[in-house]
């Protein structure tokens, strides 16, 4: 079996210098992805809540839900004010605003939120009006999220295809190696599913992150041992040519 101290000077240079560019490109994937999502959930650090934030959104808030929450709340019944909510958080459909929404709304809001008022406050009277405090946010859009995951996909599949090659020269034990190289790809996977999971369920977000993790991890490896073995190991004494 072909190892590394089998390799020619222009093949331990093409490695090296290959490994070197993916793992610099890997650090500044980190980087990136450390201060795009950083802030999502309005503190610094990355934290679970960035994540959730990120596939899942924030959908405990919509404005209208908060206005009936806080400065609104004297102007609607308790009963009233969970048709409205339970409303909002199904998505609020067109047709529920028609038929339950904008009876209670008649009640008394419309009073100062419709255009006869001549208040400059969010119109309620119509359902593009409403829209606009009702909007949930539910994170990156699944049209966004496909995009983003073929990318990776494609690219990262030929990243790790590289430096897997490269790293099947390495003489370690087999079940290591096999389990390193098979990693990073189950990883990238569990990683992108985990990505569509959590728009789905927050809870996912654990999955996101351990599965980053693990391709860190097994890729960290993978290109440590192999530049210091293409430098530093020598071939056993007694091993064939
Ligand atoms: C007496 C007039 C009046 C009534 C009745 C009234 N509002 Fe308002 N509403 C206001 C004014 C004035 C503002 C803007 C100032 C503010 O935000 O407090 C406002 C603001 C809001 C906003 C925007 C909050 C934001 O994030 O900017 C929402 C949503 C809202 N009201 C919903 C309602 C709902 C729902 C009802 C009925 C349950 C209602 N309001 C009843 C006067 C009214």
Same mark, same amino acid.
């Given at each position: 079996m072909r190892r590394f101290y089998d390799c020619s000077m222009s093949e331990k240079l093409i490695y090296t210098a290959f490994l070197f560019i993916m793992g610099i490109g890997y650090l500044m994937a980190m980087v990136y992805l450390y201060t795009t999502h950083e802030w999502h959930d309005g503190k610094p650090g990355l934290s679970i809540e960035d994540i959730v934030d990120t596939y899942y959104g924030n959908r405990s808030g919509t404005r209208l839900e908060a206005a009936l929450r806080g400065p609104m709340a004297n102007y609607i019944e308790l009963g009233d004010r969970h048709h409205v909510v339970s409303w909002l958080k199904s998505g609020a459909p067109e047709k529920e605003y028609t038929s339950v929404v904008r009876p209670i709304l008649e009640k008394t809001c419309l009073a100062c939120h419709s255009p006869a008022s001549g208040l400059k406050i969010p119109d309620l009277s119509t359902y593009a009006g409403i829209r606009q405090v009702a909007?949930?946010?539910? *994170?990156?859009?699944?049209?966004?999220?496909? @995009?983003?995951?073929?990318?990776?996909? &494609?690219?990262?599949?030929?990243?790790?295809?590289?430096?897997?090659?490269?790293?099947?020269?390495?003489?370690? @034990?087999? /079940?290591?190696?096999?389990?390193?190289?098979?990693?990073?790809?189950?990883?990238?996977?569990?990683?992108?599913?985990? /990505?569509?999971?959590?728009? /789905?369920? !927050? &809870?996912?977000?654990?999955?996101?992150?351990?599965?980053?993790?693990?391709? *860190?991890?097994?890729?960290?490896?993978?290109?440590?041992?192999?530049?210091?073995?293409?430098?530093?190991?020598? @071939? !056993?004494? *007694?091993? *064939? !040519?």
């Open positions: 909007e949930v946010d539910t *994170g990156e859009s699944l049209h966004t999220l496909m @995009r983003v995951s073929h990318i990776h996909l &494609f690219g990262i599949g030929l990243v790790l295809f590289g430096i897997g090659m490269i790293f099947s020269l390495s003489a370690i @034990r087999p /079940w290591l190696k096999y389990t390193l190289i098979v990693t990073p790809f189950a990883a990238m996977f569990a990683d992108i599913l985990a /990505w569509f999971l959590t728009k /789905w369920d !927050p &809870f996912y977000a654990y999955t996101v992150v351990t599965s980053g993790a693990l391709l *860190g991890l097994a890729l960290s490896a993978q290109i440590l041992i192999s530049l210091y073995q293409i430098w530093f190991l020598k @071939r !056993p004494v *007694g091993a *064939g !040519p």
